[in-house]
């Protein structure tokens, strides 16, 4: 017997239960060391007006939330001009439920609510062997460069989307809160 597939939605990043399950997820998915950092940069992150799209889904099966992916605004310093892009992080799904495709589903919402946005495309640092497999390439091999040297190149990923234009090109910046809670580049 199969258990049901859980159910994506967008998070109600109001409500202080969801918002407390969320953070479980993430501190367990991120580990005892870096967990409560990570936690903290989600709570910035939607605190802050890079989080003004509210892009901010969940996992959910019989009501207990399994998995959780955000989106912020970032930008790509162009020479034309600053273009709003999204950023996916962190990707958080529980342990005992990682490898059951969760994780892929969660990715693919968060992508697609980008596309319809109308987003040109989305970042992440991430394992280039599970990211890639999610439709993400390197990013350097569309003209974009990292936001920060601490992110290894192989890291550094987009998916570009419909709305992007051959001159969007250039390097990528993140929001404060990346910053304020050093959650820029693989630890």
């Known amino acids: 017997m199969t258990a049901t597939p859980p159910v994506i939605?967008?998070?109600?990043?109001?409500?202080?239960?969801?918002?407390?399950s969320v953070r479980r997820v993430v501190e367990a998915a991120f580990g005892a060391q870096e967990g409560p950092q990570v936690a903290d940069?989600?709570?910035?992150?939607?605190a802050s007006d890079a989080f003004a799209d509210r892009f901010s889904f969940v996992a959910e099966r019989d009501g207990a939330v399994l998995g959780h992916v955000m989106l912020t605004r970032g930008w790509v310093d162009a020479a034309e001009r600053?273009?709003?892009?999204?950023?996916?992080?962190?990707?958080?799904?529980?342990?005992?439920?990682?490898?059951?495709?969760?994780?892929?589903?969660l990715v693919a919402h968060a992508v697609a609510a980008a596309g319809h946005a109308g987003s040109p495309a989305?970042?992440?640092?991430?394992?280039?062997?599970?990211?890639?497999?999610?439709?993400?390439?390197?990013?350097?091999?569309?003209?974009?460069?990292?936001?920060?040297?601490?992110?290894?190149?192989?890291?550094?990923?987009?998916v570009t989307l419909p709305a992007r234009e051959p001159w969007m090109t250039g390097a990528l910046v993140y929001p404060d809160p990346f910053w304020a809670h050093d959650c820029v580049g693989l630890r």
Not at 41 to 46: G, K, M, T
Not at 85 to 94: E, G, I, K, Q, R
Not at 129 to 157: C, K, M, N, W
Request: net charge neutral; no cysteine; aromatic share 8%.
């Open 9 to 20: 939605r967008l998070q109600d990043a109001t409500s202080p239960a969801v918002r407390a």
């Open 41 to 46: 940069l989600v709570d910035a992150l939607q």
């Open 122 to 158: 989305v970042f992440l640092e991430g394992s280039p062997d599970y990211y890639s497999r999610l439709g993400f390439e390197p990013g350097s091999a569309h003209g974009f460069t990292r936001p920060s040297v601490r992110i290894p190149e192989p890291a550094f990923q987009v």
């Open 82 to 105: 600053l273009v709003e892009v999204h950023v996916l992080s962190p990707l958080s799904v529980l342990p005992d439920h990682q490898r059951r495709g969760i994780g892929r589903a």
